[in-house]
C-alpha cells in the first residue's frame, strides 16, 4: 500500500468540495491503491459544517482514508502536504466590483502562499480553483518563493471538458471521441476555446473538429460563447454555481498531474507562462495546451496560431496584465 499522500482541500465545507471529497476518498485521482490522508481546512464559522462533512466521509467506509483532519488553522492545513487543491475563495456578490473581489482574495492567498512556503514539502502540487482562479494561483505562488512556479496550476480544466463536450454533443459522439481541444488564457469569459488543432474520431476515422463540423460560423461563434458563458447559464438555471462538473474537473487534472497525460493528447491548464512560445508576456498564469509526465508538464510546441486565434489570445493575455497589476499593486499593502 505504501506512505499515504496527504492532500489538502480549502473551502472544504463548501459544495464543490462535498462533490470532490468522495471522488478523491474513494481513489478516483491518486489510484484505487494509494492510501490518503485528507485534510479539510474553512473558516472557522464553517467548522460545525466541517464536522457533518467529517462524519459523512466515515460513514463512507472507504478502504484508502486513513485520516481526516478537519481544521480552521493554516499551520495544522498546510503541513507536510503533497498536494494543495485551494478551493475555497471570496466569492463576488452582487454589486461587487472585480476590484474588491481582487483585494478580497490577494488577501487569502497571500497567506495561503505563505503557508505552503513554511509548511508544505517543496515538491507540493498547488491547483488553484477558486475564483478570480489564474490571480489568486500568480499570488499565491509569488508568496511561496522557496517552491518552483512549475508547481502552481489554475483549473481551466472545466472549460476543456465543456468545449469537448459541446463538440461531441454537436456531432452526435462521445466526449472521448473528442481530443485536443484548447483553453487559452484566463477562466474568465474572455479565455479562448479553441479547436483548430483538435480532432475527433468519427465512425472509426480520426479527423479535424473543423473538417467534422463543417459550420466555421458556429465554431467561431455561438461555440465559443457558449464555452465561455457556461458557468453564468449554469447559474441562471440552478441558482447554484456549478459544482458537480468543477469537482470531476478538479478529478481530471490532478489526476493528470499525478500520472501523467494519454500518448497523443494534451490538456489545458492555467500555469506560468515564462517560456512559451506563442507570444504570451512572461510571468502571467494563463491556460495553455500542455502535456505530463513524471508529474512535470511542458507546453505543446509549434502549433500554428491563425489571426483569428491571436487576436483572441491577446485579448485574455491583457486582462490578465490588467489583473496582475491590480492584484500586485494589493499585495504589497495586504
Known amino acids: ?62 478502504p484508502l482514508l486513513r485520516e481526516v483532519i478537519p481544521t480552521d488553522k493554516e499551520e495544522v492545513a498546510f503541513k507536510d502536504l503533497d498536494v494543495a487543491i485551494l478551493v475555497g475563495s471570496m466569492p463576488r456578490r452582487e454589486g461587487m466590483e472585480r476590484k474588491d473581489l481582487l483585494k478580497a482574495n490577494v488577501k487569502i492567498f497571500k497567506s495561503q502562499g505563505a503557508a505552503l512556503d513554511k509548511y508544505a514539502k517543496k515538491t507540493v502540487k498547488v491547483v488553484v480553483v477558486g475564483n478570480p482562479a489564474n490571480t489568486n494561483c500568480l499570488i499565491a505562488s509569488k508568496s511561496a518563493p522557496s517552491i518552483p ?17 459541446q463538440i461531441a454533443l454537436k456531432l452526435g459522439v462521445t466526449a472521448n471521441d473528442v481530443k485536443n481541444v484548447i483553453i487559452w488564457g484566463n477562466h474568465s469569459s474572455t479565455q479562448y476555446p479553441d479547436v483548430n488543432h483538435a480532432k475527433v474520431n468519427v465512425k472509426g476515422k480520426e479527423v479535424g473538429v473543423y473538417e467534422a ?35 470531476k474537473a478538479i478529478c481530471d487534472h490532478v489526476r493528470d498531474i499525478w500520472f501523467g497525460t494519454p500518448a ?15 507570444g504570451v508576456p512572461e510571468d502571467l498564469l494563463y491556460s495553455f495546451p500542455v502535456v505530463i509526465k513524471d508529474k512535470t508538464w511542458k507546453f505543446v510546441e509549434g502549433l500554428p496560431i ?29
Open 213 to 247: 463540423i463543417k459550420d466555421d460560423s458556429w465554431l467561431k461563434g455561438d461555440f465559443i460563447l457558449t464555452v465561455q458563458q457556461r458557468g453564468a447559464a449554469v447559474i441562471k438555471a440552478r441558482k447554484l454555481s456549478s459544482a458537480m462538473s468543477a469537482a
Open 264 to 278: 497523443g493528447e494534451f490538456v489545458s491548464m492555467g500555469v506560468i507562462s515564462d517560456g512559451n512560445s506563442y
Open 306 to 334: 491563425n489571426d483569428f486565434s491571436r487576436e483572441k489570445m491577446d485579448l485574455t493575455a491583457k486582462e490578465l496584465t490588467e489583473e496582475k497589476e491590480t492584484a500586485v499593486e494589493f499585495l504589497s499593502s495586504a
Open 149 to 165: 512556479k512549475e508547481n502552481f496550476s489554475c483549473l481551466t480544466r472545466l472549460d476543456h471538458n465543456r468545449a469537448k463536450s
Open 1 to 62: 500500500m505504501g506512505e499515504p499522500v496527504r492532500v489538502l482541500v480549502t473551502g472544504a465545507a463548501g459544495q464543490i468540495a462535498y462533490s470532490l471529497l468522495y471522488s478523491i476518498a474513494k481513489g478516483d485521482v491518486f489510484g484505487k491503491d494509494q492510501p490518503l490522508v485528507l485534510v479539510l481546512l474553512d473558516i472557522t464559522p464553517m467548522m460545525t459544517v466541517l464536522e457533518g462533512v467529517v462524519m459523512e466521509l466515515q460513514d463512507c467506509a472507504l
